[in-house]
């Protein structure tokens, strides 16, 4: 019995409507999770910040968590939600991609990985079974397998090879340490592979192996891309994921926050997002808007008396059901101004970004669930970049030939979206 019920309510070519049944609440996909990594998302006070942006599903980090305020605190307050304050579900990445962030820190093994706290230098073991027990305490609703995570720049063939076999063995070891809670949080499993696609490469490697173990795994996620290769190597791994990874589970691309990143990977698929773009970005003064990024603190937001954006009814653009009044982007402006990482302003913008992807991933649901999703790619492609001409890459093999119009028809240059 699994703790995962997943429903696809309609599917428009490959792009799908579906609903993720879990202990704590019901998740419309396609949805984008907003990054609570230490139980909190930056930038706001708390989950119950989150109000009025519909919400349902958040992401925290096993690492953080255990490094603060300790995954047995966490516990012994009842688990994340009551820790936080939040209702909705939680999804907890294991701690693999901090091999990644906290490279210099780390030391690797066939046990596990050894981190060095960047804070007061103490050292901790990560094993996957660990990190299956932290997940426990956690008490997030999807866990995460502990996978051995190389930076898709990296140089060295031996060490993806050696990555991607690791990653198997330690899914094992992460399955058996998480059998007796299958019923109560489920366990995803993630492919990695580098960006090797061909048929027998090391990606196709990590999903045999997976497809050996389905019946034990109830969701996939896509790691080890969004790292700085090009687009085409991108999108070649996302493609030849998807459309190997079972159709009746989840799939989960880790780490993807740009709107036009999470269009075409729809298109393509994929059901789940995480990523701290858009509250990252908000802390800087760039709001996520459906013509593109605005940066408020540029010169011609200095006298704007308009709403951050028209029509959006997140709490730094809605009116004052009292006065009528609302905040403007040259009150923003002046904000940033006055502070370069204003806490005020970066709060209100972060709840704007989130309500901007979130209401993204909305429509995303209602055009799949009418047919019209190709409709809705043109529309979103024509609101951000207007008509013009895309120069071509190998992409085009890779993502299917109506997103491919659409974005024909936009002026958009794929090389340089990152």
Same mark, same amino acid.
């Given at each position: 019995?699994?703790?995962?019920?997943?429903?696809?309510?309609?599917?428009d070519?490959?792009?799908?409507?579906?609903?993720?049944?879990?202990?704590?609440?019901?998740?419309?996909? *396609?949805?984008?999770?907003?990054?609570?990594?230490?139980?909190?998302?930056?930038?706001? /006070?708390?989950?119950?910040?989150?109000?009025?942006?519909?919400?349902?599903?958040?992401?925290?980090?096993?690492?953080?968590?255990?490094?603060?305020?300790?995954?047995?605190?966490?516990?012994?307050n009842?688990?994340?939600?009551?820790?936080?304050?939040?209702?909705g579900?939680?999804?907890?990445? /294991?701690?693999?991609?901090?091999?990644? /962030?906290?490279?210099?820190?780390?030391?690797? &093994?066939?046990?596990? !990985?050894?981190?060095?706290?960047?804070?007061?230098?103490?050292?901790?073991?990560?094993?996957?079974?660990?990190?299956?027990r932290?997940?426990?305490?956690?008490?997030?609703?999807?866990?995460?397998?502990l996978?051995?995570?190389?930076s898709?720049?990296?140089?060295?063939?031996?060490?993806?090879?050696?990555?991607?076999?690791?990653?198997?063995?330690?899914?094992?070891?992460?399955?058996?340490?998480?059998? +007796?809670?299958? +019923?109560?949080q489920?366990?995803?499993?993630?492919?990695?592979?580098?960006?090797?696609?061909?048929?027998?490469?090391?990606?196709?490697?990590?999903?045999?192996?997976?497809?050996?173990? &389905? +019946?034990?795994?109830?969701?996939y996620?896509?790691?080890?891309?969004?790292?700085?290769? #090009?687009?085409?190597?991108?999108?070649?791994?996302?493609?030849?994921?998807?459309?190997?990874?079972?159709?009746?589970?989840?799939?989960?691309?880790?780490?993807?926050?740009?709107?036009?990143?999470?269009?075409?990977?729809?298109a393509?698929?994929?059901?789940?997002?995480?990523?701290?773009?858009?509250?990252?970005?908000a802390?800087?003064?760039?709001?996520?808007?459906?013509?593109?990024?605005?940066?408020?603190?540029?010169?011609?937001?200095?006298?704007?008396?308009?709403p951050?954006?028209?029509?959006?009814?997140?709490?730094?653009?809605? *009116?004052?059901?009292?006065?009528?009044?609302?905040?403007?982007?040259?009150?923003?402006?002046?904000?940033?101004?006055?502070?370069?990482?204003?806490?005020?302003?970066? =709060?209100?913008?972060?709840?704007?970004?989130? #309500?901007?992807?979130?209401?993204?991933?909305?429509?995303?649901?209602? =055009?799949?669930?009418?047919?019209q999703?190709?409709?809705?790619?043109?529309?979103?492609?024509?609101?951000?970049?207007?008509?013009?001409?895309?120069?071509q890459?190998?992409?085009?093999?890779?993502?299917?030939?109506? !997103?491919?119009?659409?974005?024909?028809?936009?002026?958009?240059?794929?090389?340089?979206?990152?």
């Open positions: 019995m699994s703790a995962l019920k997943f429903e696809v309510l309609a599917r070519k490959r792009a799908r409507a579906s609903t993720l049944t879990l202990p704590h609440a019901h998740t419309s996909t *396609p949805i984008f999770m907003p990054v609570g990594t230490g139980a909190t998302v930056k930038g706001l /006070s708390g989950a119950t910040t989150l109000g009025g942006t519909s919400c349902s599903m958040l992401l925290g980090n096993t690492y953080h968590l255990s490094q603060r305020p300790g995954s047995h605190i966490v516990r012994e009842g688990g994340i939600h009551n820790f936080m304050n939040y209702s579900n939680v999804l907890t990445d /294991s701690g693999g991609f901090q091999m990644v /962030s906290l490279f210099a820190l780390s030391e690797l &093994d066939e046990r596990g !990985v050894t981190f060095e706290s960047p804070a007061d230098g103490t050292r901790m073991l990560l094993t996957p079974e660990a990190s299956i932290a997940q426990h305490d956690i008490g997030a609703d999807v866990v995460m397998a996978d051995d995570v190389v898709s720049v990296t140089v060295d063939d031996g060490r993806f090879k050696e990555a991607t076999e690791r990653t198997l063995r330690w899914l094992d070891r992460c399955l058996d340490e998480h059998e +007796h809670r299958k +019923h109560i489920a366990l995803f499993a993630i492919v990695q592979g580098g960006l090797d696609v061909r048929e027998g490469g090391l990606r196709d490697i990590c999903l045999q192996g997976f497809k050996e173990r &389905d +019946h034990r795994i109830p969701g996620a896509i790691g080890g891309v969004a790292g700085g290769e #090009s687009k085409d190597s991108f999108w070649r791994v996302v493609e030849f994921c998807t459309a190997r990874l079972p159709a009746d589970k989840p799939r989960y691309l880790m780490g993807v926050g740009d709107p036009l990143d999470l269009v075409v990977a729809v393509l698929g994929v059901d789940m997002f995480d990523c701290v773009y858009p509250t990252r970005t802390r800087f003064g760039t709001a996520l808007t459906k013509k593109g990024t605005l940066n408020l603190k540029h010169r011609s937001c200095e006298s704007d008396m308009g951050v954006e028209e029509g959006c009814m997140c709490r730094a653009c809605a *009116p004052d059901p009292a006065t009528g009044r609302r905040y403007s982007r040259a009150l923003f402006h002046q904000l940033f101004k006055v502070s370069e990482k204003s806490n005020v302003a970066g =709060s209100m913008l972060s709840h704007h970004n989130i #309500s901007y992807m979130l209401n993204m991933c909305r429509e995303m649901q209602d =055009s799949i669930k009418a047919g999703y190709s409709s809705f790619v043109r529309r979103f492609l024509a609101d951000r970049y207007g008509n013009g001409a895309v120069k890459s190998g992409w085009e093999a890779h993502v299917p030939g109506w !997103v491919q119009d659409a974005l024909k028809a936009a002026d958009v240059n794929w090389l340089e979206w990152r």
